[in-house]
């Protein structure tokens, strides 16, 4: 079973409006957690990085919330744009090198 | 030319044929890794090398083949492959193999197509 769970499996919206995206995890130990954008055709993008103490990091229209007691974390958009359409991808990686990535939240922004 | 670069962006190729994909980093990074991204599927590792060793081969079929001259770069060779192989293939670099510290930095992939 994956360790790292993402939902929505996909999102449309209209340009301007807000969304929440949301990971679960299992991984243990936990060090971090990091969502990455990942564009069509592209390779994933480090948005932000999450410690174990930090309850919330923004990157501009970007937010990030994290809750280690429950093993959750939310990725909240401001204010969308057309460029926002991509893949969100949240990982957590192990206590080695191995990244236990989740499967992406699909995004589409429309005019 | 900064972070990750891959080559070729795209490849279509028969399943007798021999390719190669290579990936360079400008980063000075000492760890280079190979994914398999499949739809609706997360990132798989296939392979990870540091300081031009290898120190993971996650259970590849050896039709996929790494290889890594330098620590700057890397490649995968490919031959007899099959349809189901048919995915992007993303390349990744960090500074060491320090994964709780340690940002893996991605190149754009080659979506490889096997016909």
């Known amino acids: 079973k994956n360790q790292v769970e993402q939902s929505p499996q996909s999102l449309i919206i209209l340009e301007g409006k807000n969304c929440t995206l949301q990971?679960?995890?299992?991984?243990?130990?936990?060090?971090?957690l990091r969502w990455y954008k990942q564009d069509t055709g592209r390779g994933p993008v480090s948005l932000t990085i999450m410690t174990f103490s930090e309850n919330t990091k923004s990157n501009g229209r970007y937010t990030a919330t994290l809750d280690a007691d429950t093993k959750q974390s939310s990725l909240h958009i401001t204010a969308s744009q057309l460029s926002d359409s991509a893949s969100y991808i949240c990982v957590v990686p192990n206590s080695g090198y191995a990244l236990n990535f989740g499967k992406g939240t699909s995004l589409l922004v429309t005019p | 030319e900064t972070g990750v670069t891959q080559t070729p962006r795209h490849l279509v190729m028969g399943m007798t044929n021999k390719k190669s994909l290579k990936c360079e980093q400008h980063?000075?990074?000492?760890?280079m890794y190979w994914y398999k991204q499949s739809a609706k599927k997360p990132l798989e590792l296939m392979f990870v090398y540091s300081l031009e060793e290898r120190v993971e081969n996650n259970s590849v079929p050896s039709r996929f083949s790494p290889e890594c001259p330098n620590s700057s770069h890397l490649f995968l060779h490919l031959h007899t492959l099959q349809p189901e192989d048919s995915a992007l293939y993303l390349c990744?670099?960090?500074?060491?193999?320090?994964?709780?510290?340690?940002?893996?930095?991605f190149g754009p992939g080659t979506r490889l197509t096997v016909l």
């Open positions: 990971c679960n995890y299992t991984v243990s130990p936990f060090s971090n």
């Open positions: 990744a670099s960090s500074q060491d193999l320090r994964g709780f510290t340690d940002t893996q930095y």
């Open positions: 980063l000075g990074h000492n760890a």
